[in-house]
Nanobody
């Protein structure tokens, strides 16, 4: 089995910062792209940021220049540093990993359970 364990969510005032972490554990052959998504009440889940194994990144326009995604391949962990937080960043944040559990299998998407981020005005 594969598990994605997120941590670092919480309540913060507007303008503040939070750092999310997501550690992938279990039977893992390789991890390709890792990313963070978020879902606010009444809205669809959206991509926040993604990073390839080689470190190429992609950000939603709404978080560019405020959020930074990074990863530690040795620890199978992805991070999201969130600065200058705004009330509209309030959502449940989900970690995602596109990974293979063995050389015989194609890669599949795996998700964390989500962590709440609340930004007060």
């Amino acid at each position: 089995q594969v598990q994605l364990m997120e941590s670092g969510g919480g309540l913060v005032q507007a303008g503040g910062s939070l750092r999310l972490s997501c550690a992938v554990s279990g039977i893992i052959f390789s991890i390709n792209t890792m990313g963070w998504y978020r879902q606010a009440p009444g809205k669809q889940r959206e991509l926040v940021a993604a990073i390839t194994r080689d470190g190429m990144t992609n950000y939603a326009d709404s978080v560019k220049d405020r959020f930074t995604i990074s990863r530690d391949n040795a620890k199978n962990t992805v991070y999201l540093q969130m600065n200058s937080l705004k009330p509209e960043d309030t959502a449940v944040y989900y970690c995602n990993a596109d990974l293979r559990t063995s050389w015989k299998h194609r890669s599949s998407d795996y998700w964390g359970q989500g962590t709440q981020v609340t930004v007060s005005s």
